[in-house]
């Protein structure tokens, strides 16, 4: 009931406040048997964690996962995977000033209305530390997943949008979007983007950015209809990530103005003409690539001075100071892959139960 | 575990194909004592019903909804609600002709491969005609909402764009959206919309749509951290619909290339001074209106020419007769105003089971 | 989270009040292409319905089950299955005298505490009415078993006990117990019953029943640790049916005073040596055959004058008139059969989806 | 899907294997603003903690609970509780010599059909080490009952049954209970279940035990139609507890011979004129005293040798060495209070959620 479970074979299940002791999660419904690579989760936690490049924030996490249960001479027992992550840079003190205050842009006004209570202290719950307990439990998935399926599946996620700056497609290219900091997959784009970024900094300001999910050599008739379709919970999964305001499965919004809305399909080398759906249509895969957008929002947290109201009413203005992303949307690249990868095992588990052994992939 | 049930506290449960006895529909956890109007119900689904003018199929349903438990002398007991709709006109030979193909943008490859089978009578569960089920349960949520909260919420949904023709916002009033058969907001936009989607029509094409959900009168504090945060699941309700490729929350992808990601918060008139967030912070609402938008894309099933292939796998080509709308986008008006209403009760309930009584409106 | 849902990988939604319109479920989760024996169904149903023979009660009900989605070409689909049983006999005017008192040993009080309002016209959901619906998706649930191991599993049930009457364990014929109408596997225990039971119905009694339970041909492994175990779910199940007080597993409540808690193990011609466990152990079944028992109150309606209260508070002296069983133990067997293929096929579907294709029996 | 959660409304996730690092929980759904008192935590562990006499195993455990998340200066936030217990004395290698026998009694031979793996180092997920987490887990829902309610629900529990020596009911006094090592309520019992229980254990044997759980102060209408019934789900809780091979409620399995089956309702000093039900009558709490009794099987792992099989299925001799309990009963007292703490402040949620404000207490 409560909110804090993601999936319903694989269940995802988190706890832990930002300024807590620990954060951690519990995932159960993992196969027995998985040989599980710890070391690979922990370079997923590492791509999400804070202080690796100048545009993001500098607060030092050493994110080192501690599994506590399942898991027995490197092979997963079936019994639920407990980890935790420690707190250890947790400087509370620098959140004082806000004790009284509502941040504008972040949760603590809904919280307060919500719980009679709110974590001035970097957020609780609402922040987006706790997206590292995701990282790690989407690495699991990944696991899962390849143990399962004879081909690999390929989730992998890359900035499209920097504020007002775009990349090209023509210049995709997977190599190049681990050589620079913005996960971003246009080389040509890397530098102008590093000017524009350094600029915002500079001004105290922030932008939002898009980010692209594509899945490879995923089966079709992955999804059940008819409310939790596989766009459907991608929508949710995604949606669900700090700042994120929308959310588009292959051609999104801009079917609306398109002249056609369906794909046609060949038999030759290609199953399909053209891909418009994102690989998924009345909820279940088709086979083809798995295409989604996810928008984030400008960090809330910047310099500027800002009008907000404390808990008795009265109006203050107020800037916040602290370590801050000036765009959070960077650093949601493997939080998004995580939360794809999660979707993806939890309903190929569920189909499993309903439909017996996994199927064929699309040649 | 199937994917057939909506929500935890307020649950329904959907059943029936579109080519079957009946469809219909379990909503389990409403609150007993409701005096339930009924006619209310019938009324949400006559607004879904096709046939209502030459710009929707003229596919005749009469819709009327049976109440087959859960309320005794009008008022509802706290136990399941079962209803049923009885399919009065559902002409399977007109789809004989698709028996062994997959018909482009359909559903059907995806079923074959899930299920071995594919309901190729006009779709089966992944026929439109599902929504139905989800108006009524709607239906019922909003009077839920209604009896629990002091100030009766407002959930009301309009057409903002069709294909290329756009509303303009200034124009916007609520009571022009019943006048014409668009759910269309801008009176001025009317006569433009109608040559448009009479000229569509005849060429055989269809167009998307883009449905603006706006809520009026929500308390402060409605959703879970932090899977369950009001916009994730908001984010899947929609994405749920059929034909659906994208949802966005408050400004949306727009918010990527915007200066400022907060809302300013006053005391005086006004708690916020705008409202980017479109109501929902941290996945909390804020007692702000909350907004969201969902692009639907063309009708799938069009006169058009297309390629496609055969069980067996040879490419045939294929025209898709039958009773379609020209745009889908229009009829799903009422379903996005369901599933908000179900969305926002299914919360309202599960914070009241954890926080005690529900709380005070935002001023 | 209303309780009208039992399952998690099979889950059936059960509705309907005993004098409303009808009474039906929803059973989620069946696997596709399971060739569905419906008259199979059907004779499920006529096994529990009254007016069967004199010792049961002589309300009469045709109890026709109508198959309303799900199934097409007598496959299922994998979608829901929705069916529906109309209350054809709801006498409701010969419960008016009770319209405000509270029946005792029946559901009213605590109904009224709960929703301000209770069911006087033959309890509504409370009624042993809804248990049609568990011996219909019972039958269903006990189809998937046998279509997806290879060797068929029996689930059978009989009554041991009725009021002071037991039977001998050394007669027990399974071929017996469809021959009288106490599925009673002692023939010689028959005519002692008939005498028995025939003087309690005389004297306006009523008396109360143990069931035991056998089932036969079941995979060693079924079962989740820990909550979910499946003698956990086992319990719930058949306490969840009317009047239940106690379930016991294996040796049961004798255990307490047994000299040893252990089943030896061998490998010659039988795997265990003994089953005091009766089939599970750790909540994991053996692959022995498991067993339980549970007891039946007598039936709380007899012509007994009693002792009770109005709405009001006023103490009244009531006899509860009406079509009654002496002893509802017996029409529960077939109940207690079906929640046990309920609980068996969920438990296998859920083991599937984890762990991957279902296992080999125990030889 | 996978059994290790409890609860739907207040949500308990347990993890950890008996010989891993740790074992914890996470409980999700605490309404926030409870003043939690720690150390009553605390001592609900002391109370399920082995070596508290020479009757119970002398395996050292601190069981020091250490709260990770969920609670900020003494209050709980609303977010989820998380907590985690060390394993301490985790003697492994005195174990290693089962590692290729399935253990008569134990999980073993099940898990290793389930998993292809068993935890041969004291039985993993399936040893009574989990319990601890449902003391903890149990402490925190007495102290979420009480807050919420006006009168504070009293959960006791009490060894009825020793072996084969009973209690007198009529010498029955809650104080006795903390006095004496096996929670027996009776005084003049004590000296003879020492005698007896010694003898028991100089033999190298074990035996079982009967608990008695009662429940005063809890109001009408807890529990939920048709399948959650309270009684249902306290079967479930209970049976789901290490060694319980039997639950009843009120005069249970007893009532089957009784003359009459239900209790008479009156108006002056006493609501009702018996307690037969315990307390439930159709799944729903009458306001009366809960009584519920389980059945716990002799503990399997005795001195006395046995036969069984080992994974490659040859016949061995064993006798199981180690810290047993000779009744694994008498620690289950304070397991059984957990569990009824457990599911009461859950359907407590559940209820408030459905139908709003919490119940008046019968008087």
Known sequence: MPGNQFGQALVLTSWGESHGTA??????????????????IQQALNRRRPGQSIHVTPRLESDEIEILSGLYDGKTLGTPLSFMIKNSNHDSAAYDSYKNIFRPGHADYGYWKKYQHYDHRGGGRASARETAVRVAAGAIAQQVLTTILDVAPLVRAALVQLGTCTISYDHWDWQEREKNPFFCPDAQAVPVWETYLTKVKDQGRSVGAIIEVCVQNIPAGLGEPVYDKLDADLAKALMSINAVKGVEIGDGFACVSASQ?????????ELFLSNRAGGIIGGISTGQDIICRLALKPTSSTRQPRQTITKDG??????IHGRHDPCVGIRAVPIAEAMV???????????????????ILVK
């Open 341 to 359: 990868n999660l979707v993806l095992a939890d309903h190929l588990l569920r189909w499993r139960g309903q439909c017996g052994e996994y199927p």
């Open 314 to 319: 009265h109006v203050v203005t107020t800037e």
């Open 261 to 269: 809305g369906y794909d046609e399909m060949g038999n030759d080398d």
């Open 23 to 40: 954060i951690g999660g519990v995932l159960d419904g993992i196969p027995p048997g998985i040989q599980l690579n710890t070391s690979l």
